[in-house]
């Protein structure tokens, strides 16, 4: 099956076209049927470094309740694609909304984990300390934090299973732990739409897989998942969606769609050679040899 090419924008319109009814009872049980809302909606969206482009004319749905992976090369415009759902950086053209709401309407419902590169772990804090940082979109940062707020950063802990390590610095934390430390700061304001930001980079495998099955319970209790990866096993076999990009969306569609050698290799820059073993497929980029581990299944519920 070919990948679904980005060729149509987002809009209204097509919340609201009705189908092809064979009867007046059923045009008029559709009319009335509630319209469903995305999570998140993006439609034409451009940003712009200096002048030039990050991401060119991006459009695109998640379904509530779905997991999407985002994959591309460095410099692809992943991270800025997420911080400009966030308002992290700001848009050029286009428009974004959350739950069918402009997002500067709705940032209360994102959740957000950055790179773990991007903290400073010598800085003298605990655990319990950083997940309360996560209700400072609520309650702002210089009112005291009450007992509503203690208890949801307790209770996002517990769900990342750390909530034993909350008076530890953060500095003693391993690789794993700080993953969801950060990811139990995102669920602290309870939202209902979570970005993470290559949060298994540098994981080893049965860390990775963890953090995985933490993600499968998330959206099982009903989160929307936004993932940005270099892990294409991740995308095939736990992603519901998968969006290629390099600065425009090469591709969206179910990982079984997507995940191909043609459009990975339009993706990446290079030519993919795709080789299955036991049920795994292996992309091998031509210029290093160096084995991308992807799954022969597509994932997701």
């Not at 991006?58 to 410099?75: C, M, Y």
């Not at 959350?98 to 605990?126: C, H, I, K, S």
């Not at 390099?246 to 769609?257: F, H, K, M, S, V």
Request: charged letters at 20%; proline letters at 5%; aromatic letters at 4%.
């Amino acid at each position: 099956m070919q990948p679904v090419k980005p060729t149509h924008r987002i809009g209204q319109d097509d919340l609201d076209s009705k189908p092809n009814g064979h009867n007046q009872a059923q045009s008029i049980a559709y009319e009335h049927a509630p319209a469903v809302i995305p999570a998140l909606a993006i439609d034409g969206l451009w940003v712009r470094y200096n002048d030039h482009p990050a991401l060119e004319d991006v459009s695109l749905q998640v379904s509530k309740g779905d997991i999407l992976g985002i994959i591309g090369p460095n410099g692809a415009g992943k991270s800025t694609l997420l911080k400009t759902v966030l308002g992290l950086v700001p848009a050029w053209k286009g428009q974004i909304r959350v739950l069918g709401e402009p997002v500067a309407n709705n940032r209360r419902q994102v959740g957000y984990m950055p790179q773990v590169e991007q903290v400073d772990w010598d800085f003298p804090v605990t655990v319990g300390d950083v997940a309360l940082m996560g209700r400072y979109a609520r309650r702002g940062l210089l009112r005291r934090t009450t007992k509503e707020d203690r208890n949801a950063a307790a209770d996002a802990l517990d769900r990342v299973g750390i909530l034993d390590l909350r008076n530890r610095l953060i500095g003693e934390l391993s690789g794993g732990q700080r993953r969801r430390v950060l990811l139990a700061r995102a669920l602290a304001n309870q939202p209902e739409l979570l970005l993470l930001d290559e949060p298994m980079a540098g994981l080893d495998a049965t860390a990775q897989h963890q953090f995985l099955d933490i993600i499968d319970r998330l959206r099982a209790d009903g989160a929307t998942v936004v993932l940005s990866t270099h892990d294409l096993s991740c995308v095939s076999q736990r992603c519901d969606k998968a969006a290629c990009l390099n600065r425009r969306l090469i591709a969206y569609g179910t990982p079984g769609e997507v995940l191909n050698e043609d459009t990975l290799g339009e993706t990446f820059g290079t030519h993919l050679l795709l080789v299955h073993v036991d049920g795994q497929a292996y992309a091998y980029q031509h210029h290093s040899h160096a084995p991308i581990s992807v799954s022969g299944e597509s994932g997701g519920k």
